[in-house]
C-alpha cells in the first residue's frame, strides 16, 4: 500500500496521518510537521516524530501498521481546530523564513544550495531568478530599502523532495540518535542522504568540519583541491587548496592525535617560512565560516 492509499484507510476510520491532515488542510506536510512541532503536540526523537502529552489531548494516537510499523494519526476534527485553521497556506517564503526548517543553515547557505540546483544565480545586484526557479513557482522581487534583488517562493517549495534532501544534506539535521522504539518515520528524511563525510561535490572528507569548509567552498562556487601538496620536495598536504589566489586551508579539529597534531605544526612552519597564504579554520569556527573563510579570503583579495 502505497501513502496514498494508506491516507485513504485513515480518512475511512476518520483517523488522518499528519500528511492526510496537510492534505485536508491544504498546507505543506512539512510546514504542518513544524507547526506541530511549534504548538508542542509533537516532538523529534531520532529521525522520528512521537506525540508529547498535549498531543495526545489533541486526540493523537498511534496506528499500527505491518507494512508502516507505529506512526501518529488525528482526528478529522482536527481541520476545524482553530490553531490549524489559522496556519497561512499562501504566503510565501524566502531563503531567511526557509531556515525555520533548516535552523542549522544560515540564509546565504540556502540561497546558494538554491543556486547550485540552477534556481537562481548570484549578480552585483542580488539574487537573479533563473527559468527553472520560475518553473517551480518563483517570483524575482526587489527590497524597497538597497534595490537588491532577491527571490521568493510559494510556501510548498519545502516539500520538493529534491530541495529538501540537499538542504538536509547539508545540515546536521540527519545525524539523529537511533529513533526511539516504536517512533513514528519522519516522512521528510531521506533514505538517500550522503554520508556526514562526502561533500556535496563527491570529495570524500576526514571530517564533519571538512565537510563544512568543502561545502563552503564548492557552493560559494569557488574551485578548490582537497590533500593537496604544498610546493615542497617533502611531500605536505594541505586540506584544501584554493587556486584563485593561491590559498591553502587547513582545518583543526577540538581533538587532534599527537602524531597528527606535530605534522599540523611542521606544516603552519612551513606555511610561515615560504611566506605561503594561508588559512586555519578551528572546530569553534563551523558555525560561523562565512565570517571566518569570508573575511580570510577577502583579505587575500578573493571575493565571495
Excluded at 46 to 64: A, C, D, N, R, V
Excluded at 94 to 110: E, K, V
Aim: glycine letters at 8%; a negative charge.
Amino acid at each position: 500500500m502505497n501513502e496514498g492509499a494508506r491516507d485513504g484507510v485513515e480518512q475511512e476510520e476518520g483517523r488522518l496521518s499528519t500528511t492526510a491532515l496537510a492534505r485536508k488542510l491544504n498546507i505543506p506536510a512539512q510546514q504542518l510537521f513544524t507547526t506541530l512541532r511549534d504548538y508542542g503536540w509533537i516532538e523529534r526523537s531520532g529521525e522520528s516524530w512521537i506525540l508529547t502529552p498535549k498531543g495526545e489531548f489533541e486526540g493523537g494516537t498511534y496506528h499500527q501498521t505491518r507494512r508502516y510499523g507505529r506512526y501518529i494519526v488525528w482526528p478529522e476534527s482536527l481541520i476545524h481546530h482553530p490553531l490549524l485553521a489559522a496556519i497561512e497556506s499562501n504566503q510565501r517564503i524566502n531563503a531567511a523564513s526557509m531556515r525555520r526548517y533548516y535552523p542549522l543553515l544560515h540564509a546565504r547557505q540556502i540561497n546558494r544550495a538554491l543556486a547550485e540546483l540552477g534556481l537562481q544565480r548570484h549578480s552585483i545586484i542580488g539574487w537573479e531568478l533563473t527559468e527553472r526557479g520560475k518553473a517551480l513557482g518563483g517570483l524575482q522581487e526587489e527590497s524597497d530599502n538597497s534595490g537588491a534583488f532577491y527571490v521568493t517562493w510559494p510556501h510548498e517549495i519545502i516539500d520538493n523532495p529534491v530541495i529538501h534532501r540537499e538542504l538536509t544534506r547539508q545540515s546536521d539535521q540527519s545525524q539523529q540518535l537511533a529513533p526511539a522504539p516504536g517512533a513514528e518515520p519522519d516522512l521528510f528524511t531521506s533514505s538517500a542522504a550522503a554520508s556526514p563525510c562526502i561533500g556535496v561535490d563527491g570529495h570524500k572528507l576526514g571530517s564533519p568540519l571538512e565537510v563544512r569548509v568543502c561545502n563552503w567552498l564548492y557552493l560559494a562556487q569557488l574551485a578548490h583541491a582537497y590533500q593537496r601538496a604544498l610546493p615542497t620536495e617533502e611531500l605536505v598536504l594541505a586540506d584544501f587548496y584554493v587556486p584563485e589566489g593561491n590559498v591553502y586551508i587547513d582545518c583543526w579539529d577540538a581533538d587532534i592525535p599527537a602524531r597528527a597534531l606535530s605534522g599540523k605544526l611542521h606544516k603552519r612552519e612551513l606555511y610561515r617560512s615560504l611566506k605561503l597564504r594561508h588559512i586555519e579554520i578551528n572546530a569553534a569556527d563551523a558555525e560561523r565560516l562565512d565570517e571566518v573563510l569570508g573575511r580570510g579570503l577577502l583579505a587575500f583579495g578573493i571575493r565571495c
